[in-house]
């Protein structure tokens, strides 16, 4: 003859006491945030990285930059990555050029404030939501840990009142508890390394964007 | 929260997420045994530091017809003692609770029965095949020898000793319960006769193992208390000497008619 007892994972939550249930159910909602996140960063991060090879190709193809620069400023999207930074310096650099007797050096000044301030806008689309992903890196295990130590704690207490302590007293307590650092791990893990994928997915892309800065700016002054 | 590019993504992206949580749940549900049994019945042991020698001494009275059998000379001759003891050993111990005190000759004896035996035991398994059968012959033989002695013999010991062991437990619950009775406020029970039930735990030493446990209340709460408190001031209660009457007394139930003397 053999007892059942029911340990699914449903029961385990359900069992479990309310600071427990509300760990958990941050975690739960912390972990679909960050794996939301995940999925949006690798399909910008994949496109930024497409489209940087993409126009890398195209400029130094040889073209004539004024038709280079008609092409992207009337497309219907607003240009991006490496794009908007040319035709930020571009747009700049002609401006200062229309304009009758301007300094080489103040025209090149301009057009470099130009891409800087383009750039940087770039460099924050790219950064976005990684603090997101660090924190749950590196807090999500310890909001586990607490839900488990509450849950444990509770497990003791209850054992207490029984003066012949046996293990299958507190082991669904412990099991239960448990489940929250599962979970809380469960969030971390792919955070972190998401968190260093895509932050040196960003590294590259930042040094491409800089280079090609003081590239189109050499270019930029030979033309002036 | 999302920055306007990446509003194209977030609807795929969010499925995803789902997905790859609901993989996980899936998983967790299917490589999990989440089903625990417990076997119920738990197997009770006894243990016996020494074996009941009675039977030892019993068996060699019977022993002279195995010789002349029996022929092989090896085996015989080497242990004219031990040979029947394995059987009536086994049985024995089912049947005897206690040794009685009278048969205090064989003890010395047993530890050169143990020793032949183990030496014989040793020799079977080397030339095991050729005795197989002749052991099996003399085995039966001893065994019929034996059942109808045996059969008599356990029955009067096992009622002896049941008898005994009876009236020694039964002794020391009286004892137990005179004790705690002697503690009880009974003025806390008020008129009437009142019946109370309690569950103790008892360990060796002859303390409790846990709290009483209150089975049938008197219907007063003071009453109940003032037992409990009795229980506990009790404390050791006596126990006999004989440990493996202990058995009988780890799951005590006591009833308590505090006002009926």
Known sequence: MNVNSDMSIFTLIAGASLPVQMVMLILVIVSLFSWWYIFIKVATLKRAERDAEEFEKNFWMGGDLNKLYEGIASGHRKPRGMASIFEAGFKEFARHRQQARMEVSDVMEGARRAMRA???????DLDAHLPFLASVGSVSPYIGLFGTVWGIM????????????TLSQVAPGIAEALVATAIGLFAAIPAVIAYNRFASSVDRLSVRYESFMEEFTNILQRKS | MLRQHENSEAFKAGALSVAVHALLLGALLISFNWKTTHPVSIAEVELWDSLPVEKTQKSSSVKPPEPVVIPEPVKESSKPEPAPTPLPKVQVDIVIKKKPPEKLKPPPKKPDALAALQKDLMQDAVQAPRKQV?????KKLQQEALTDEKAEEGAKNNAVKLAVSNGVVNEFKARIQAKIRANVNKSLCGDGNPELKFEIGLMPTGELSGNPR????????????????????????????DKSLFTQFRNLKLTFYPNSD
């Open chain 1, 118 to 124: 383009a750039y940087n806008r770039e460099m924050d």
């Open chain 1, 154 to 165: 509770n497990a003791f207490r209850g054992l207490s009142n029984v003066a012949q302590a």
């Open chain 2, 134 to 138: 002749v052991d099996d012959a003399l």
């Open chain 2, 214 to 241: 209150l089975t049938k209340s008197s219907g007063n709460v003071a009453c109940d208390d003032a037992v409990d408190r009795a229980i506990r001031a009790s404390v050791p209660l006596p126990l006999p000497e």
